[in-house]
DNA sequence: TAGATTGTTAATCGATTAACAATC
DNA sequence: TAGATTGTTAATCGATTAACAATC
């Protein structure tokens, strides 16, 4: 069951906790004025997204940067580690393994696998690249709790429910493919070419 | 100003196109029913979707399959090739220059920029790496619509604005930064370290 | 106190979907 | 005709935001 806090709200609370770095440090408050600003969305969006919160904000005042920093960070479950898998060992998925953003928000890349011998057995960051049989011993064995796709459409439902079986509830999926997977697995999709297809419909409609 | 069709509707009809590959090539149409199941929707959302592009669809019996697929990519601008500069030649952006989806959706890097010395004037995909002081001239002599920004997030405004300047008005950002820019710019976000916070958000949840 | 800004209500807006008439 | 399925309406649901009382 997803929880309380509406599921636009939810995505916009990592954007929140990134403008608060964007805070002058001598400024140990700020306002829902400045975090909008900052987020590019409406100052009653972002009082509101707080309020489902209980957040540190004094009326007159506007909010503690430091204790906000931290709520959300709570919040969000960032304060504790996330191990990540890594499916599919292509220039995508190595470009994530070696993401630098990742390892900056506790997430930690602990397992890579691909399907093609040639690669099996080479090495990624000081990771070694596993055949996907090997996802369910791996993924409980170092203790995974998200799965990342980023295989072709092929393979993804195949590492999907390998991911599944092995107890993954969360999947980040960057394959062109909708999977199938029991209702308490949470899976968000980004897909590269309909990012790019939905900005070539709006270059459309500006020129006619 | 952006088309009539909602945003909502139009971030899916790159879904339905999709989904239209995954009918069986023997099959002249297909129901909402099916594209629904395919693409993880209500029928009736289909429906309501692809009635505002007035689809080639017969009651009783489905839409023609080749019909939508030609209809969908119409509306979609994929009939026109579009030209792709990508800012950032490090792990991502390079991965981004070699992702085979986007040549099969007709999208075409043309050209790569970075701003370290020692990426300049090597080449991926037989491209050359160019410096960002060259995007101005770069973009306008090949014709550049599209303009994808894969550099860390203190780069990210000063490559928007050099994008903008050159005259692109569609930007895929993958930094975590909220680009300023006129209005009649189109910007799509994908920020791979928010969508990992959000499977975060959502862990803690079912734990609790 | 005067000024600032939150927290929250209520209005508005947009998106989703059940239901069904239209019609092949 | 009977069965199937679209196209569309209207109800519902959820998200956004203007407005303002609360209060520091």
Do not use: W
């Not at 939810?10 to 140990?28: F, G, I």
């Not at 295989?151 to 394959?175: C, H, K, Y």
Request: hydrophobic share 40%; proline share 6%; net charge negative.
């Amino acid at each position: 069951m997803k929880g309380s806090i509406p599921t636009a709200t939810v995505a916009r609370l990592p954007l929140y906790l990134r403008c608060l770095s964007e805070v002058p440090t001598d400024q140990a408050t700020c306002s829902s004025e400045q975090l909008a600003e900052s987020a590019g969305v409406n100052p009653a969006q972002v009082r509101k997204d707080l309020s489902y919160i209980n957040p540190p904000g004094v009326r007159g005042v506007g909010y503690d940067v430091a204790q906000l920093r931290a709520l959300l960070r709570r919040e969000l479950g960032l304060t504790k580690e996330h191990r990540v898998a890594i499916a599919g060992a292509g220039n995508l998925g190595n470009a994530l393994t070696l993401y630098p953003g990742f390892n900056e928000s506790g997430f930690h890349v602990v397992a890579l696998f691909d399907t093609d011998p040639a690669k099996i057995g080479t090495t990624v960051d000081s990771l070694t690249v596993e055949p996907f049989e090997k996802i369910g011993g791996i993924v409980a064995a170092k203790d995974v709790s998200i799965g990342v796709i980023a295989t072709p459409v092929d393979a993804a439902q195949d590492v999907a429910d390998r991911f599944v079986e092995a107890g993954v509830r969360s999947i980040l999926n960057f394959a062109p493919a909708v999977l199938k997977r029991p209702a308490d697995v949470e899976v968000r999709r980004v897909d590269l070419s309909t990012e790019l297809q939905i900005l070539a419909y709006y270059e459309g409609q500006v020129e006619s």
